[in-house]
Each structure stands twice: as structure tokens, then as C-alpha cells.
């Protein structure tokens, strides 16, 4: 089981999403028994609720995140993740700073679903926004799990 961990900066908004749309995603393609999913924060008050915003944005997927409480990103979690998802370059080189032997396990979310540089752009910060704008920021993180899965699934039936 490989553990896949998505990081922002407080885990109340866009990780938290990541994560609950990532895990009802392998959910949904039964790949569930194949990867353990986490999500924590750069500068994260440990135990917050997620937004309220992520939360009705989540809903309006089907998916209840209602129950998550936020994380602090430590170096335990960091050595203990097979691949680690940023939301921005910011959030990459914070990780790489706290552990720089994760330098070849950190991407951001858009670096590592695709290959088109033009592509790779931070996942807009919602926070304090409307939850349309929350919405805004869940598609593009939806677009590129996408892919993600599909490479990932991939990755899975060469090994």
C-alpha cells in the first residue's frame, strides 16, 4: 500500500478537498486496498474542522468531509509518504525544506498529472472566498487527480 499525501498550507481547504476527492475517486475504481491517503498543512492549527466553504463545495460532489480535522505537516509524514502532492511550488519547497531527501518523492498537484508545462500553475487559494470560488479550486484539483489516477492505476499494473 502506497501512502499519497496532499499539503497546503492549513488543511482546512484545498489538501482537505484533495484528499476526500482522491479517496472517493480510487473508492468509486476499486483501487481503495492500493493506496493510503492523508492530507496535512505547512502552517496547519492541528485539529480544525475543514472549512465550512470545503465542506458545502464537497457536498455538491457527494462527498462528506465534514468529519475532517486538520494536520500539522511533520517530517515523520513526510519520510512515511511514496508520493507527496503539493497544492503550490510555495508548499513544495516548505516540504523539501523541512526533509530534502523527499526532493524526488514532492510534486505539486499540476506538476504531476501533467506533462504540458503550461499546465503547471498553483491550485488557487479559496480560502475565506465564496464556495464557488471553493468550487473553482476543487475542478482543477478534480482535472488533475484524473490524470493522476490514471497514472498511478497504471504504474499499479506494471508492477
Request: proline content about 1%; charged content about 30%; aromatic content about 6%.
Amino acid at each position: 500500500m502506497r501512502t499519497i499525501l496532499f499539503v497546503c498550507t492549513g488543511n482546512t481547504c484545498r489538501s482537505s478537498m484533495a484528499e476526500g476527492l482522491f479517496r472517493d475517486m480510487i473508492n468509486k475504481k476499486g483501487l481503495q486496498k492500493e493506496f493510503n491517503v492523508e492530507s496535512a498543512g505547512v502552517f496547519a492549527a492541528t485539529g480544525e474542522s475543514a472549512s465550512s466553504q470545503a465542506i458545502e463545495a464537497m457536498e455538491r460532489q457527494s462527498i462528506d468531509i465534514s468529519d475532517h480535522k486538520s494536520r500539522q505537516l511533520t517530517k515523520e509524514m513526510i519520510d512515511n509518504a511514496d508520493l507527496i502532492l503539493a497544492m503550490t511550488n510555495d508548499h513544495k519547497r516548505a516540504i523539501i525544506s523541512i526533509n530534502d531527501k523527499s526532493i524526488h518523492k514532492t510534486f505539486t498537484l499540476t506538476e504531476f498529472a501533467y506533462e504540458n508545462m503550461e499546465k503547471h500553475r498553483d491550485i488557487r487559494d479559496p480560502y475565506g472566498a465564496p464556495v464557488e470560488e471553493y468550487e473553482k479550486s476543487l475542478m482543477e484539483i478534480k482535472n488533475a487527480l484524473i490524470n493522476i489516477i490514471e497514472k498511478l492505476a497504471e504504474k499499479n499494473e506494471e508492477e
